[in-house]
Every structure is written in structure tokens, then in C-alpha cells.
């Protein structure tokens, strides 16, 4: 029964395979942070990493994760249920209220993911009278959560404003209207102009929806995400984000906004109502991270220090540098099979980056996306600024 089918995968993989877009995992063999050991023939190469969302560097922190053992101790391993069951214990409820603290927000609902967040949050709220405005570049799971709303879809072209008042202007025809972005773009490491959307979502009666997921723990002096770089704290209707970067680096999701929002989430949000309860150790680790993060404002200094330093020697150097005003800093070549060149000399070079290209970034945008972290030292930030000009000068990107 299998064979025709079975063909078919194969040819489908081999396609996949000659257009050079067949993706291989890279085996780490030690803990993530910034100086990691990957798997390799014989022994294991010690490479410094520059493409995990630890920005925080949190991924291995020892009061995390004693915070995770200790909560496992006292609470178990797991709830065996989903929320609204039995799955939820005092743990979830803490977390829930230091996410609205830290956002200034009215309530909160965790998810498994921010995927699951995202996934399940148009289609609980809006109906076929409603509109959903979504930014050209926003991540998949707006893009699949907003596919699973009714909701009628207008796209405006990343960052556009222009763009985005003519999509409200015809947008008023319907009941609701919510404009739906990323607070950073994962690509280029741009922030959202959440400032100007929110004056047109003023003027054309619209709601707005940021995922801080690249820009919680990152963005704004105290890494309050783009409501503080905009001073637009409290004003947001809908925040969702991820545990799983600056927040720690594990697992899980949240939607942080309005009361009602989150109250008729808790009634008919699918991946909240038939999907398991964060584990207890995961809660509390998130809970640990939110105290880090507001006793003191060591690690987001040292994250906007690091990245600010990095960009700034690449510039230097010649570097032709996205502008960004995240800790995601794209490092263009244009060139698809330039960028995976690059990447691999790089790792010779102990440096460990991903080169992108086409269909992940436009066509002749090929790159390499470097993601700081306030883990790595001044001394690894040097050796890959140098390593990226020794492998420059050799592949002719500089001369
Ligand atoms: C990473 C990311 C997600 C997914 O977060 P998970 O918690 O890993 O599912 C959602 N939205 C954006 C913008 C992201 O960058």
C-alpha cells in the first residue's frame, strides 16, 4: 500500500535535496550557550554560537535551573492534563501574573508554545464580519494562526505605513478590525514602528497584536520588549511571546492583553482547551527569569553593550550590515551559494552561524543572520568579527 506513496516521498525529498534546501540538524554535545561543543568525526569541535535566540544567555543558568529542580521536587514531573481539568497548579497562576506585570498588562493565558499562542488566537475571537491586518513578514504561526480565523485578511508590506493605512481604509468595511505584527523581524532584526501603527490603528478604529518573541527580554533599555522602546506600555491590546529565547530558552507560550481577550481565550482557544498543561519546573523556571530580569538590568545591559560593540567593529570592517535594532544583526552577501560558503568556512573557523537564503529571505537577499547574546565575551565577539573578515578577504566579500 506504501510503494506508490513511498516513490513519491522520495522524489519529493530528492527535489528538495538538488535545490539545495534539505536541512540537516547539527548535533550540540553540551549545554547551550555561547561556547558550545558540536558533534564531529572523532572528537567534538568547540565552536562559539552565534545563531541561538539565547539572547539572554539564560539557557543554562544555574538559579534557573535550580528553580526547575526544586519545583520538580515539590510538584512532580508533569500534570497529565490540560488546564482547565486538572492542570493547573499555583505554579501557572504566578507566572501568569508576572507576565501581565512585566508587560503591564491586564491578564495573561500560557500556552505549550507561542506557536500554540499565535495559533490560537484570531480564530476564538473574530468572525467572517471581522478583519485581521497582518504585516507582510510576520512569523508562520500568525500567518497559520490567522488562516484558521474566518476573518477577512489584508497583508501591508513590512513596516509600510502607507501600505497599512490603505488595508484599514478598506478594512473599515468590516465590524472588528485587528492589526496583527512581529515586534521584531526575524530576518533583518527590525523593530516594528509600533508607534505609528498605534496612531493609525487611533484613527481607523483598530486593535492591535504584537509578538514580542524576538523582542521581549531584548528590546528597550530594561528589555520590555517594544511597548517600552515606544512608551506604549498598558496600551497594546494583544502581547504574545515565547519562554523559549531571552525568556530561558526552554519551552512556552503566552498571551498577555486585555481582560475579556484572555478570559474568552480560557472559553475557545483551541491549543489551550485540548493540549497539556506547561510542566510545573517550567512555570517556576519561568518565574525565576522574570525575577532576574526586573531585580536588575545586568544581563539586558550587557546584551545592548555586546550587540552594539559587535555591530560596530562589523561596520567597521566593511561589512554591509541590515540596519537592526534588535540583537539580530544580518550580515548580507546577496549570494545564496556565497552565504552557505561563508557559513562553512565560518565553522572551520570555530565561528557558528546559519546562512539564509531564498525562499526564507527575497530572492538575491542571501545572508548570514548573527545573533548576540549577553553570554558571550568581549573576547569571543572579537575572534568572530575576525573571523568573518579572515573568511571575507578569502571568499572576496572584502578586500
Ligand atoms: C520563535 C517565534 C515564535 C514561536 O515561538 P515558540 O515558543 O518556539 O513556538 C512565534 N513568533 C515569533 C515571532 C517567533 O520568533
Redesign the pocket.
Known amino acids: 500500500m506504501y510503494t506508490n506513496f513511498q516513490h513519491h516521498l522520495q522524489e519529493e525529498l530528492k527535489q528538495i535535496e538538488s535545490a539545495g534546501l534539505y536541512k540537516r540538524e547539527r548535533i550540540i554535545v553540551s549545554p547551550q550557550t555561547s561556547g558550545i561543543q558540536v558533534a564531529a568525526e572523532g572528537k567534538p569541535a568547540e565552536v562559539i554560537n552565534f545563531c541561538a535566540?539565547n539572547y539572554l544567555g539564560l539557557a543554562d543558568n544555574p538559579e534557573l535551573i535550580a528553580a526547575a529542580k526544586d519545583c520538580m521536587d515539590r510538584r512532580g514531573y508533569g500534570m497529565a492534563s490540560v488546564r482547565f481539568i486538572c492542570g493547573t497548579q499555583d505554579t501557572h497562576k504566578q507566572l501568569e501574573r508576572a507576565i501581565s506585570e512585566f508587560f503591564g498588562t491586564e491578564d495573561t493565558i500560557l500556552y505549550a508554545?507561542?506557536?500554540?499562542a499565535?495559533g490560537g488566537l484570531f480564530e476564538p475571537l473574530l468572525t467572517a464580519d471581522d478583519a485581521i491586518i497582518s504585516d507582510a513578514l510576520n512569523?508562520a504561526?500568525?500567518i497559520d494562526g490567522v488562516r484558521l480565523c474566518k476573518a477577512v485578511r489584508y497583508r501591508y508590506a513590512n513596516g509600510d505605513m502607507a501600505d497599512l493605512e490603505r488595508q484599514l481604509q478598506a478594512a473599515q468595511a468590516q465590524r472588528f478590525r485587528i492589526i496583527a505584527t512581529?515586534g521584531v523581524f526575524?530576518m533583518d532584526g527590525n523593530v516594528c514602528p509600533l508607534d505609528r501603527i498605534y496612531e493609525l490603528a487611533q484613527k481607523y478604529d483598530a486593535m492591535v497584536m504584537v509578538?514580542e518573541?524576538?523582542s521581549a527580554g531584548v528590546v528597550g533599555r530594561t528589555g520590555h520588549g517594544v511597548t517600552e522602546r515606544y512608551n506604549l506600555r498598558g496600551k497594546i491590546e494583544v502581547i504574545?511571546g515565547?519562554?523559549?529565547?531571552a525568556f530561558g530558552g526552554s519551552?512556552?507560550?503566552f498571551t498577555t492583553g486585555r481582560k475579556e481577550i484572555i478570559d474568552l481565550l480560557r472559553q475557545r482557544s483551541r491549543p489551550y482547551l485540548f493540549s497539556n498543561s506547561l510542566p510545573p519546573m517550567i512555570a517556576a523556571a519561568g518565574l525565576k527569569t522574570l525575577e532576574i530580569l526586573t531585580r536588575s538590568n545586568e544581563l539586558q545591559d550587557r546584551l545592548h553593550n555586546n550587540t552594539e560593540y559587535f555591530i560596530g567593529k562589523m561596520k567597521a570592517a566593511g561589512f554591509d550590515i541590515k540596519p537592526t535594532e534588535s540583537a539580530i544583526c544580518a550580515v548580507m552577501l546577496y549570494d545564496a551559494k556565497l552565504s552557505q560558503d561563508f557559513a562553512a568556512a565560518l565553522q572551520q573557523e570555530g565561528i557558528y552561524v546559519t546562512g539564509f537564503y531564498y525562499p526564507v529571505v527575497p530572492k538575491d537577499q542571501a545572508r548570514i543572520r548573527v545573533q548576540v547574546s549577553a553570554a558571550h565575551t568581549r573576547d569571543q565577539l572579537d575572534r568572530g568579527v575576525n573571523a568573518f573578515i579572515k573568511v571575507a578577504k578569502q571568499l572576496g566579500v572584502l578586500k
Open positions: 535566540n508554545s507561542c506557536f500554540d499565535n512569523h504561526s500568525i512581529d526575524s509578538d518573541s524576538h504574545t515565547t519562554l523559549g529565547k519551552v512556552g507560550g
